[in-house]
């Protein structure tokens, strides 16, 4: 088993910044890859970005335009998403997810999954 905990969610202004984080316990491996992935309200869950154990990563189709960066620190545990530039249809509630193997944007391979924290960018 996995255990993920994000935080690092809130409210902020358009334009401004976010740094989440998801810290992962449990069987924690050089196999498990880790994924953001957002819900906007009435919407469907939508994939972020994606990385593996040794740093590779991959975005979503949805143009990101280099706004958003994922990342990792092993010694912690910990992914992170770096979010500038928040515009408010960046509202959503953000969750990370992990499986083991290789990354994948469809939530479905995903076995663990955290809490989800909210992201809430005003106008």
């Known amino acids: 088993q996995v255990q993920l905990v994000e935080s690092g969610g809130g409210l902020v202004q358009a334009g401004g910044s976010l740094r989440l984080a998801c810290a992962a316990s449990g069987r924690t491996s050089s196999n498990v890859a880790m994924a953001w992935f957002r819900q906007a309200p009435g919407k469907g869950r939508e994939f972020v970005a994606a990385i593996t154990w040794s740093g590779a990563f991959t975005y979503g189709t949805n143009s990101w335009e280099g706004r958003f960066t994922i990342s990792r620190d092993n010694a912690k545990n910990t992914m992170y998403l770096q979010m500038s530039s928040l515009k408010p249809e960046d509202t959503a509630v953000y969750s990370c997810?992990?499986?083991?193997?290789?990354?994948?944007?469809?939530?479905?391979?995903?076995?663990?999954w955290g809490q989800g924290t909210q992201v809430t960018v005003s106008s």
């Open positions: 997810a992990a499986k083991e193997g290789a990354y994948s944007p469809y939530e479905f391979f995903y076995a663990y």
